[in-house]
């Protein structure tokens, strides 16, 4: 694997739960809103329709807290069968709110991480989600300037990466991609010729979940970030 | 006038209301708004009350659709002292996701001056908003083929421009914005050294209004985007 990145100049890094904390906090205000509707529905029943909400919502919101929120509010109305009080709604937009306003919390080792790599590689941020929402976490991550470049995406597939890449003039073989989801940060780049690390959050969610997939050995699955520096000393 | 865009290679363009009608649809679906809630306010006071809760929320939600939606809800249980029915919530999530899907109509003459411009110069979109709804009505605009570079910004700002101007390697005495809005199109990019054309809309955005402004003699004023390849022309 070591040999694989001595032609990488430029590492790309997924933001949520690769960088800092997210889907926890989706975690939470899900648990929070199925006990909001506890007097209509099973919590169980409530979370997954709120799930196939979200799913048939997605191609009209994207991805992100708001959508989330409008999601939220939709599938609060049809599980009442319409008899949800405006202050639980109040309540519901509230939890959104919460959420876009709440801190950053770093992964472990990542300012470290990216402080070392920094000296040797083009270090970019590739991201999907609320445009406005993942620049604000970013500033108060406080890791902006670590980064030569922040792109955020509306979709992490192979053709958006293809793209981006060759806006920015980087050779798919230096370009390797870190992150937490096989389906949005792993896949996609090793289908055009990139490299890439997987390191699993505890949480994902459903939608970024696959099926089995074979080509494990073509990517570098690590337990934390802080391993990461080491797969790129090898010319030393 | 013309003498000063001699030295223009890159030509930025707003979107919304500079290529493609927009504020429109958001007036309509204000006064739909209003008219749900006038069993509790009146039209006049609901509309300024949208707005109101639009400016609280702006920060957060930044500009778009879902933010729009967010905010009518709120605004609709506030105004109703938390008594509208789950029904008229749900029209209000319709009104929006109307918006969302609505259809794309392009403003008069803005493909054939596309066309025209493309071939002596650089042309880019710079639009602010949601990045999935920006990039979803440029594609059913048809216009994509016209541009060299696509940029949403959550803000369009004297800062914002500089930043995207030097990180696509643009002179900004070689480029000149054109766009409807005085606050987001004309006077930061002016403030930078550019040039700016600006094409009024008839309807503009309360938040996008400015006040007295002295600098009228430093832009160009046009009552449609096909008198711009004129001021093209100047070399020949």
Known sequence: MKDKFERIRVIGFDADDTLWINETYFRDAEDKFTTL???YEAKNTSDQELFKME????GLYGYGIKGFMLSMIESAIDLSNGQISNKNLSKIIQLGKDMLEH???LLPGVSE???QLQRSHRLIVLTKGDLLDQERKLRKSGLEKHFHHVEV???KEEGNYSKLLNQLDIDPAEFVMVGNSLKSDV?????LGGQAVHIPFHTTWRHEEVGDHESENDYLTLSS???LP???????
Request: charged share 20%; no cysteine; net charge negative.
């Open 113 to 115: 991480v990216l402080s």
């Open 37 to 39: 509707l506890e007097g």
């Open 55 to 58: 799913m048939k919502n997605l």
């Open 187 to 191: 896949l996609p780049v090793i289908a």
């Open 153 to 155: 995406l509306h979709e």
């Open 103 to 105: 801190p950053v919390h």
């Open 230 to 236: 080491d797969y790129f000393k090898s010319s030393s």
């Open 225 to 227: 970030i802080s391993e």
